[in-house]
């Protein structure tokens, strides 16, 4: 099966910037797709960024110009840079995969692998 494992959360300052990284594992082949999404108290996890393939890219237009989403296939890991963060970026972030080529990649329910989070908590 596929392990996701999150790390690069912590806290930070209204402003700041940290690199979240997710490495997979358990398979011998790449997925499909890989995206980041996050989940703050209260509220419904929610997609903050997705690549399909190598190169295509789409943000939610929250972080658009603040984050880059970008993955390195030959070391298995996904990675998210976050600067400019605000407050609002607060949240647990999770790490998803999918390998089925007819996903949309675009909702919670269009990945079927999931890490188990990394905390992200920033000060204002």
């Known amino acids: 099966d596929v392990q996701l494992v999150e790390s690069g959360g912590g806290s930070v300052q209204a402003g700041g910037s940290l690199r979240l990284s997710c490495v997979a594992s358990g398979r011998s082949y790449g997925s499909y797709c890989m995206g980041w999404f996050r989940q703050a108290p209260g509220k419904e996890r929610e997609g903050v960024a997705a690549?399909?393939?190598?190169?295509?890219?789409r943000y939610a237009d929250s972080v658009k110009g603040r984050f880059t989403i970008s993955r390195d296939d030959a070391k298995n890991t996904l990675y998210l840079h976050m600067s400019s963060l605000e407050p609002e970026d607060s949240a647990m972030y999770y790490c998803?995969?999918?390998?089925?080529?007819?996903?949309?990649?675009?909702?919670?329910?269009?990945?079927?692998?999931w890490g188990q989070g990394t905390q992200v908590t920033v000060a204002s």
């Open positions: 998803a995969s999918e390998f089925w080529v007819g996903s949309p990649c675009a909702t919670v329910r269009d990945f079927t692998y």
């Open positions: 690549v399909i393939g190598s190169t295509k890219t």
